[in-house]
C-alpha cells in the first residue's frame, strides 16, 4: 500500500539532493576540522579553552540558533552576504551551497573532536623522529600523523556525512525548503508530514534510516575502540 501511494520522482530529487550536500560538507568539513585538531593537539597558548569551547558550541545549540546566526552573518544585508553575491552574482541564501553551509557548520565538532582524539593518540617520539630525519610539519602529518590516526581519519569522514545528511534546522532556517533546488530529506518529511502525505514521509524516514544505520555500522567496525571491547 505504501509502496504504491510512493510517487517516484518526487521521492528521488531530496534524497540525491541530500547525499550531494552531505558528501561535499563533510569533505569540507574533515579538511576543516581535521587542520583545526592537529593545530589545537599541539599548540599552547592562552584563550585555547575559550577557542575550543566555541568550535564545540554548534554542537550543543539548537540547530535553528546555528541557522539564525548564519542567517545573520551571510544574508543579503551582511557584509559577508554582499561580497558572496557580489563575487558569484547571486546569494548564498535559498540556494543548496546554504545547505552545505549549514551541514559543515553542524558536523564540524564530530569531526573536529574525532579528529583531535586521533591526533592525541599519537605517540610523540614518532613525530620526533621523523622531525629528528629532516622532515618538515607537512611531512610529519602525511607521513606520519595522518596514517597513524586514519581509523579517526575514516570515523570522523563517515560521522560528519551521516550528521549532514540529517541536517534540519540550520538548513531550514538559511537554506529554505524549495523543491527540486533546496528541498532535502528532513525537509521533505517535515512537509509531507505537515500535508498528511504519510507514505512519502515513510519512504524518506525509511531511506535516511537506512543511510544512517549503514554509516553507523560502518563506523563501529572501523573504530578501534570497538574492537578492543570485543571478547
Avoid: C, H
Avoid at 525548503?177 to 525537509?187: A, Y
Avoid at 507514505?199 to 535516511?208: F, G, Q, R, V
Amino acid at each position: 500500500m505504501i509502496g504504491a501511494a510512493v510517487d517516484w520522482k518526487v521521492f528521488w530529487p531530496p534524497v540525491l539532493l541530500s547525499l550531494k550536500v552531505a558528501m561535499l560538507a563533510s569533505i569540507l568539513s574533515l579538511l576543516l576540522g581535521t587542520a583545526a585538531a592537529r593545530w589545537m593537539s599541539r599548540a599552547r597558548f592562552r584563550g585555547k579553552l575559550l577557542l575550543e569551547t566555541a568550535f564545540l558550541l554548534p554542537l550543543v545549540l539548537p540547530p535553528t540558533v546555528v541557522g539564525f546566526v548564519l542567517l545573520v552573518m551571510l544574508g543579503r544585508r551582511s557584509s559577508v552576504g554582499k561580497l558572496i553575491e557580489a563575487v558569484f552574482s547571486a546569494p548564498l541564501i535559498f540556494s543548496w551551497w546554504a545547505a552545505v553551509v549549514a551541514a559543515v557548520v553542524v558536523s564540524f565538532p564530530l569531526v573536529y573532536q574525532t579528529m583531535k582524539t586521533g591526533f592525541n593518540g599519537i605517540d610523540p617520539d614518532l613525530e620526533q623522529a621523523a622531525r629528528s630525519a629532516g622532515a618538515g610539519e607537512l611531512q610529519v602529518l602525511r607521513y606520519v600523523a595522518l596514517p597513524l590516526a586514519l581509523r579517526s581519519l575514516l570515523a570522523a569522514l563517515v560521522l560528519g556525512f551521516a550528521r549532514s545528511l540529517g541536517e534540519f534546522g540550520a538548513t531550514l532556517m538559511i537554506a529554505g525548503n524549495i523543491p527540486g533546488v533546496t528541498q532535502t530529506v528532513p525537509t521533505a518529511i517535515y512537509v509531507a508530514v505537515d500535508s498528511g502525505q504519510t507514505a512519502m514521509a515513510w519512504a524518506w524516514t525509511a531511506a535516511i534510516i537506512l543511510f544512517s544505520f549503514l554509516l553507523l555500522l560502518f563506523t563501529g567496525s572501523s573504530n578501534p575502540m570497538s574492537r578492543r571491547s570485543r571478547p
